[in-house]
């Protein structure tokens, strides 16, 4: 008989309240001496249609499990092959009909027998914990029913002590993929049931404790922590490293060193009880929003954040430690200092590598509910219908109570996008009675009742600067106007890391360095929710929205991360990195010095060794050391440059380097933390050739110095017995970035519509004229697209010696252009062959305008596959930029040198068109062809952050104005 617990007429799996068994909240800890027990690994499993799924039976000892298949736990059975995931940004992909969900509701019957080890205690209590089930879990042990629980991120635990057998025991877990709680969960992410978290067994011993709350603050103008622990039992608090030693409730002061993402010293303590010992980890803090900044110690505190998902490409959100702590060490290693858990609290684990490691956390509530947004008033909202209010506070004491020990939270949010409503009030004063040690984090309610952060999400740099002047928009009410002027700025999220980019994250930065009130930003988002797949033919790719059939789907939206799936970083985390470093350097070349800037919040520099190295043509010709002072905090330093060495003539620059001095927990010595690059010598532009060469007609062509030209196009044929595929000629075009494609909700405004519209995508050429005279060979040609009276004229004029070949290229706009061009250049094709690139210029990764700044001169040398960025969804990318010189060889074969002329260029070489690159869905739809395609662009446009957030600034813009710009084409090795 089915004894599901029934309310208001529904079945439980669409009651409102929070569950029905479960016990109260309290503390997460990793290990105590209590004995506790895995239940990870193989499970059976049986998936079915509906929530009723096939009676209830397997609950039973008897069942007979002969034809269930297996799943891991934790993990997700639509990854197991069970199903299939679904992603969406806003929308629900079930009804809007709260809180009912459909009656097809895939359902997921999980069973483990199991054994207790021979040594399990007899006495006390045993609890069954579930750290993480989506999104509505029914439990039974050994045939009796323990409860029912959502709440898809959070621990819930039953007492099953009186059930338990030495032997035998049956653990069954019915899991529903809808349920009530679906509609508070929906955040921007893949659908993906199951048991995706740990399950335990954990005895609690007479006279353990059940929760234990560890206050450490610390006073920074006496240096001096105070510590409290409040525990439901009497025991004792053991810190030997301060020589402490007193009660479970007794505050003791003593001088200790703070805990600070730079400095995340911990003191190794004990609770010690009658019936268990606990080992604790005590960082000394205290946060808190005073005159409109928030600090940490008394500090103003800038955060280089980032949100984080959390997500695997092969187990989703099951994520193990060895990847969470290698999420971690890369955001350590990136300069990164915050991390805000988007949209719920993590892995408890993550959180104490946080604490070890050194991140401020912000904690969020396992709450969203923003696809009501598309109903008039948020209509049938959650968080403001009070039948929700139980299950958002729920939410919220979880949260709480579970994390409240790590030091590395030092924020509590009330969750993500859910609009406004009295239910995200009441757990705000839930949160500030049980813990008003930290400010209160809440973005999407702009009367900022709940929150103490004036929190903003994807603000134009323009809004920022107004909000650091003190000069933003008033409110209609004065009295809200004037809390929320009394507000630090958070940009919770900024800087959309969709495919190329995110652009004008350096502009952002000097916002922040520059306004008290600006305390920085956590970019959106730290991975790639790519999971794999496989063509037809066997060739992996990376899939996302749509991929998996889909009805209601938001595409790739869920691929806007700093790292690749598979974590490698993308160019957006080098750049994000060079950007938020914590250490400034600038420097006069002239005056033969550099000025060192500590931006560190806590950190004097003695962590840190300074390196000079001094650089002709790319090439490093002497390095070494820096006697940089041991700057506190915000302070600068003049540090002497040494004499410039001896060396061969041609362009120079010093480049600074500040490393680690010593190994740290995240990062070997010698790790990279900052570096700078100065001008010591202007770059030679290129000589003309003293005698130049008539250009010659015979049979067809014209010939030109070592160039033959096509006599009646003018194209360029071949230069130095290297035919070319197509000659160079002006292209304006390139595959929209995902940030050109900009988001849905801009509707025609979006860029990439715009250059469609107009035609940039199919340019006609047309050659006006062709010329010999003044021993030059001048082509005239009006490039344009169809349908529009709107063209550029280009001017190609060549001329030559024995090897070099000159080419300046004139554009005059025809017309007034209502939008930016995609770049400005030259395309060419050179044979497959032609694969390998060396260049002296920016590198060694891609840059656009506004994403340069992590872009080093230098001279590099790769394979043309090597200089592709794979964004999972094919797009513009490769750029190099400033390059003063090009070559691509085919292995002992002719090749192409390119020399800048009168100013550096872009260069980008990819073996597909662009017309290819625009069409891919995935990388595998990218199919080499007999062609190298190369871009020498005068310039491009930027990129900006327009997937979610603002186009590029002004001066990153490629505006239509009259250009003229210079090359020089050799054989490679030639000047």
Same mark, same amino acid.
């Given at each position: 008989m089915d004894t599901r617990p029934a309310h208001d007429g529904h079945p439980y799996e669409e009651d409102r309240s929070p569950g029905h068994g479960t016990l109260p909240a309290r503390v997460w800890y990793a290990a105590s001496d209590a004995a506790r027990l895995s239940l990870n690994g193989t499970w059976a499993f049986r998936l079915s249609d509906t929530a009723e799924g096939t009676g209830t039976a397997f609950t039973e000892d008897t069942a007979d499990l002969s034809d269930w298949a297996r799943v891991r736990v934790p993990g997700h059975w639509v990854l197991q092959g069970h199903g299939a995931p679904a992603y969406t940004n806003i929308v629900y992909p079930i009804p809007v009909d709260p809180p009912r969900v459909p009656t097809e509701n895939p359902t997921g019957d999980h069973r483990l027998d199991f054994d207790l080890p021979g040594d399990w205690p007899q006495d006390g209590e045993t609890l069954l914990r579930f750290e993480g089930v989506d999104s509505c879990a029914r439990v039974w042990l050994n045939g009796h029913e323990l409860g029912w629980f959502t709440g898809s991120r959070l621990p819930h635990e039953f007492a099953v002590g009186h059930l338990l057998r030495p032997r035998g025991n049956v653990l069954a877990v019915r899991v529903h993929q809808w349920s009530a709680g679906s509609y508070l969960e929906d955040q921007d992410m893949w659908w993906l049931p199951g048991i995706f978290r740990d399950v335990t067994l954990l005895h609690r011993p007479d006279g353990a404790p059940c929760d234990f709350f560890v206050?450490?603050?610390?006073?920074?103008?006496?240096?001096?922590?105070?510590?409290?622990?409040?525990?439901?039992?009497?025991?004792?608090?053991?810190?030997?490293?301060?020589?402490?030693?007193?009660?479970?409730g007794e505050e003791t002061s003593a001088p200790v060193e703070p805990w600070s993402a730079e400095s995340p010293r911990l003191y190794h303590g004990e609770l010690i009880t009658a019936g268990e010992r606990v080992p604790l980890r005590i960082g000394f803090r205290t946060v808190r929003v005073e005159n409109g900044v928030f600090t940490a110690n008394g500090r103003r505190i800038l955060f280089r954040g980032v949100n984080r998902h959390e997500f695997h490409p092969e187990t989703g959100r099951a994520v193990d430690l060895e990847t969470m702590r290698r999420d971690v060490l890369l955001m350590k290693r990136h300069n990164i200092n915050a991390v805000r858990t988007s949209h719920y609290p993590p892995h408890p684990a993550f959180l104490d590598l946080c604490d070890e490691l050194g991140l401020w956390v912000i904690d969020e509530a396992d709450l969203e509910t923003h696809g009501f947004c598309y109903f008039p008033d948020w209509r049938g909202n959650p968080v403001a219908d009070e039948r929700w209010t139980p299950a958002l506070i729920d939410r919220a004491r979880r949260m709480v109570e579970r994390d409240k020990n790590h030091p590395s939270v030092v924020i509590w949010s009330l969750g993500n996008e859910c609009g406004a409503g009295q239910g995200l009030s009441a757990m705000a004063a839930w949160i500030r009675e049980r813990d008003p040690s930290r400010p209160l984090h809440y973005e999407n309610d702009y009367s900022y009742r709940d929150s103490d952060f004036y929190s903003r999400m994807y603000a134009p740099h323009d809004e920022v600067e107004a909000i650091g002047r003190g000069e933003e928009q008033p409110l209609e009410d004065p009295e809200a106007d004037a809390r929320r002027r009394s507000l630090p700025l958070l940009l919770v999220e900024y800087a959309h890391a969709m495919g190329n980019g995110p652009g004008g994250l350096a502009d952002y930065q000097r916002l922040f360095e520059t306004y008290e009130r600006c305390q920085g930003g956590f970019v959106w988002e730290w991975i790639d929710h790519g999971l794999p797949k496989r063509t037809a033919d066997g060739r992996p790719y990376y899939a996302y929205?749509?991929?998996?059939?889909?009805?209601?789907?938001?595409?790739?939206?869920?691929?806007?991360?700093?790292?690749?799936?598979?974590?490698?970083?993308?160019?957006?985390?080098?750049?994000?990195?060079?950007?938020?470093?914590?250490?400034?350097?600038?420097?006069?070349?002239?005056?033969?010095?550099?000025?060192?800037?500590?931006?560190?919040?806590?950190?004097?520099?003695?962590h840190l060794s300074f390196t000079w190295a001094f650089e002709v043509e790319g090439e490093e010709t002497a390095t070494g050391t820096l006697a940089v002072p041991s700057l506190d905090p915000g302070t600068s330093a003049v540090v002497p440059l040494p004499d410039p060495p001896h060396a061969r003539a041609g362009e120079a620059v010093w480049t600074i380097r500040a490393g680690l001095r010593a190994d740290t927990p995240w990062a070997p010595r010698g790790h990279l933390v900052?570096?700078?690059?100065?001008?010591?010598?202007?770059?030679?532009?290129?000589?003309?050739?003293?005698?130049?060469?008539?250009?010659?007609?015979?049979?067809?062509?014209?010939?030109l110095g070592p160039a033959v030209f096509h006599a009646t196009t003018g194209e360029l044929r071949s230069l130095n017995g290297l035919d070319l595929r197509q000659g160079p000629r002006?292209?304006?075009?390139?595959?929209?970035?995902?940030?050109?494609?900009?988001?849905?909700?801009?509707?025609?405004?979006?860029?990439?519509?715009?250059?469609?519209?107009?035609?940039?995508?199919?340019?006609?050429?047309?050659?006006?004229?062709?010329?010999? =005279?003044? &021993?030059?060979?001048? !082509?005239?040609?009006?490039? %344009?697209?169809?349908? *529009? +009276? $709107?063209?550029?004229?280009?001017?190609?004029?060549?001329?030559?010696?024995?090897?070099?070949?000159?080419?300046?290229?004139?554009?005059?706009?025809?017309?007034?252009?209502?939008?930016?061009?995609?770049?400005?250049?030259?395309?060419?094709g050179l044979p497959a062959s032609c694969d390998h690139a060396t260049w002296y210029g920016g590198g060694p990764g891609e840059a656009y305008p506004d994403t340069r700044a992590a872009s080093r001169l230098g001279r590099y040398s790769m394979n043309v596959d090597d200089m592709q960025t794979p964004y999972v969804r094919p797009q513009e990318n490769g750029a190099r930029p400033d390059v003063r010189w090009a070559e691509l060889c085919a292995a002992g074969g002719p090749g192409l040198r390119v020399t800048a002329g009168d100013a550096p260029f872009w260069f980008t =070489?990819? &073996?597909?068109?662009? !017309?290819?690159?625009?069409? %891919?869905?995935?990388? *595998? +739809? $990218?199919?080499?062809?007999?062609?190298?395609?190369?871009?020498?662009?005068r310039s491009v446009q930027g990129i900006g952050t327009e997937s979610c957030g603002p186009g590029p600034l002004p001066q990153y813009r490629l505006t239509v104005a009259p250009t003229t710009f210079s090359l020089v084409l050799t054989a490679p090795g030639a000047n």
């Open positions: 206050h450490a603050g610390y006073d920074h103008l006496t240096g001096r922590g105070t510590l409290r622990v409040a525990c439901d039992v009497a025991g004792r608090i053991l810190v030997p490293e301060l020589g402490l030693d007193v009660r479970v929205g749509g991929d998996f059939g889909e009805d209601v789907h938001d595409g790739n939206f869920v691929c806007d991360g700093l790292l690749f799936p598979d974590r490698s970083p993308s160019p957006g985390l080098i750049e994000y990195k060079k950007v938020i470093e914590p250490v400034r350097i600038t420097g006069d070349s002239a005056a033969g010095t550099i000025t060192v800037t500590n931006r560190h919040d806590f950190s004097a520099l003695d900052a570096w700078a690059q100065l001008p010591a010598r202007p770059r030679p532009l290129p000589e003309r050739p003293a005698v130049l060469l008539p250009p010659l007609a015979e049979a067809g062509n014209i010939h002006l292209d304006v075009w390139r595959a929209p970035t995902d940030n050109d494609l900009g988001g849905p909700w801009l509707g025609d405004a979006r860029l990439a519509m715009r250059w469609r519209k107009l035609g940039l995508h199919r340019l006609q050429h047309r050659v006006d004229s062709i010329s010999t =005279a003044d &021993r030059a060979l001048t !082509v005239r040609t009006r490039v %344009a697209p169809a349908a *529009t +009276d $709107l063209g550029l004229y280009a001017a190609y004029h060549w001329s030559a010696d024995d090897e070099r070949l000159l080419l300046t290229v004139t554009v005059t706009p025809d017309g007034e252009w209502p939008v930016p061009l995609p770049r400005l250049g030259l395309l060419l =070489a990819r &073996r597909w068109s662009d !017309v290819q690159l625009d069409a %891919a869905r995935h990388t *595998t +739809d $990218l199919e080499p062809g007999d062609t190298v395609w190369v871009h020498l662009d």
